[in-house]
């Protein structure tokens, strides 16, 4: 596994192995990995000739100094994890190497950025649409791969692909859990153990929410969702929000749509876990 911290050595290791004909594909992450990124390199390893993998704590998609600062950093870890999982090349660059300059691009990302997370984190997006395009435009990939955890990113990288004319191939893999059924995620290692405890409860309410939905309507079983989790000391719903899978509007009726997901963000204690489930017909 080749490891660069230089976006001028990224371009050129990545433009020669294209010369040679090779599919690349993308992992984009932010580090702290765990099985459901591994998951993510698995399938870019079945799916391309090269893999390129960039670990790197973006800070223009956080709208809070107290998360960027706490966010976990485990390079060696990560390094050693992604070696064993078939990555080609690590990209590990410093803050300077990617924003040599402050990046003031505003990207026009659409109605799907708007809404639960866009409306909660401001700026959020915009941050995010500003390393992925970047990385894109520093690989070239043939395909890039995103989590299904977080549901509503994959929409808007979808979207700004569509506003900046990227040609590659989205795809999305689906959400790992914990053997309780919390979805993995680099945050649950600051979950203080009684909230680690509590915490599947969101991921088994959402389940148990499908069924509740055969007899009830939109608003009921959103509601269920809030009061059944907020019913736990320590846990706050921010938001649960039921929309079109593709529009990500709110559906009102279970009819509106023959895709719809339901999406969280709880706070348990004082960290933000996000989760979602689809309402299968
Ligand atoms: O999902 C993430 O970890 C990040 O938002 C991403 C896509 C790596 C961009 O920093």
Request: aromatic letters at 8%.
């Amino acid at each position: 596994m080749n490891t660069i911290s230089s976006v001028d050595d990224l371009k050129a290791t990545v433009k020669t192995l294209k010369g040679q004909g090779k599919s690349v594909g993308l992992v984009p992450t932010m580090g702290a990995l765990h099985e459901g990124h591994l998951s993510l390199v698995t399938r870019c390893r079945a799916e391309n000739d090269v893999v390129v993998v960039s670990v790197f704590v973006n800070p223009t998609q956080f709208n809070n100094k107290e998360d960027l600062k706490t966010y976990p950093r485990t390079e060696e870890a990560d390094k050693k994890l992604l070696e064993a999982a078939g990555c080609d090349i690590v990209f590990m660059p410093c803050a300077e190497e990617i924003y040599p300059e402050p990046d003031n691009r505003i990207f026009k990302l659409g109605k799907v950025a708007e809404v639960m997370e866009g409306a909660m984190r401001p700026g959020h997006f915009n941050g995010v649409a500003q390393i992925v395009s970047k990385l894109f435009d520093f690989v070239s990939p043939d395909r890039a791969y995103f989590g299904e955890k977080d549901f509503q990113q994959i929409a808007v990288i979808r979207s700004m692909i569509a506003s900046e004319g990227y040609k590659l191939e989205i795809v999305s893999c689906p959400i790992i859990r914990e053997a309780d059924g919390l979805a993995k995620s680099s945050r649950n290692v600051r979950l203080t153990p009684e909230m680690r405890k509590i915490a599947p409860n969101i991921a088994r309410i959402l389940s148990e929410s499908c069924n509740f939905a055969k007899s009830n309507s939109v608003a009921a079983t959103q509601q269920y969702v809030i009061d059944s989790i907020n019913a736990f000391d320590g846990m706050e719903v921010e938001y649960y929000q039921i929309v079109d899978g593709i529009s990500l509007k709110e559906v009102n009726d279970w009819k509106d749509s023959s895709y719809i997901v339901g999406c969280i963000t709880v706070y348990c204690g004082d960290v933000r876990l996000i989760d979602n489930i689809a309402y299968l017909k």
